[in-house]
């Protein structure tokens, strides 16, 4: 089975502190996401990569960065932790078999509180 | 306006009923897939589709293109079922847009 591996369930950090999200997936996928999910808003896409050393923006990257050196590992960056990034944190890599056909596995998530 | 509406938000249901989940998209997709989301976080996949039906135990998702719909249904409710149901659809791109979930409660 697939395994999405994110470093820390729960993460407590202060305001200005640089903050390092670590996601490992085990099945050579080439595409890897990191989410943020809050209640009322569902989940919401930060960046994504498709490649090693290729990111994309998604739809909320202000406050973060990422790194994708290596195809198993894709790290979301808190360059200065604010309160309104206190969030649940989902990494998730997917493979396309067909053009019909994606699977994707998730995380189990980091609950990250910014004090 | 979401681009991604699921109905209904929340849901409690008597072990053994027969549930309906509904999302409606407003854009041309190329796929949608349909999410489970246990208390504590993880995230199961639980169907892609582009057309037609598929059907999983008692999991059965089913999407019209035309109506921008889709449903997932689950037969003989289980309290285990008790989750979050997420519809996710994609647009272009590896991109997914999410709804917000869906809350199942089946009490036995």
């Known amino acids: 089975d697939v395994k999405v591996t994110q470093s820390s369930r729960y993460l407590v950090k202060r305001t200005g502190e640089k903050v390092f999200l670590e996601c490992v997936q085990d099945?050579?996928?080439?595409?890897m996401f990191w989410y943020r999910q809050d209640p009322g808003l569902g989940l919401r896409l930060i960046y994504f990569?498709?490649?090693?050393?290729?990111?994309e923006k998604g739809d909320i990257p202000e406050g973060y960065s990422v790194s994708r050196e290596k195809k198993e590992r894709f790290s979301l960056i808190l360059e200065s932790a604010s309160t309104n990034q206190t969030s649940m944190y989902l990494c998730?890599?997917?493979?396309?078999?067909?053009?019909?056909?994606?699977?994707?596995?998730f995380g189990s998530g980091t609950q990250l509180s910014v004090l | 306006k979401n681009e991604v509406e699921q109905s209904p938000q929340n849901l409690t249901a008597q072990e053994g009923e027969f549930i309906t989940i509904n999302c409606s998209y407003s854009?041309?997709?190329?796929?949608l897939h349909w999410l489970q989301q246990h208390p504590g976080g993880g995230i199961v996949s639980l169907f892609m589709?582009?057309?037609g039906k598929k059907k999983h135990g008692r999991l059965i998702a089913t999407i019209n293109i035309q109506e921008k719909h889709s449903s997932l249904h689950i037969t003989a409710s289980h309290p285990r079922d008790s989750a979050v149901y997420i519809c996710?659809?994609?647009?272009?791109?590896?991109?997914?847009?999410f709804g917000e979930g869906t809350q199942l409660t089946v009490n036995p």
């Open positions: 998730a890599s997917s493979f396309l078999w067909t053009a019909t056909n994606e699977k994707l596995f």
């Open positions: 099945m050579d996928h080439e595409n």
């Open positions: 990569s498709y490649d090693v050393k290729m990111k």
């Open positions: 854009v041309g997709i190329s796929a």
């Open positions: 589709l582009s057309s």
């Open positions: 996710a659809v994609k647009a272009s791109g590896s991109r997914l847009t």
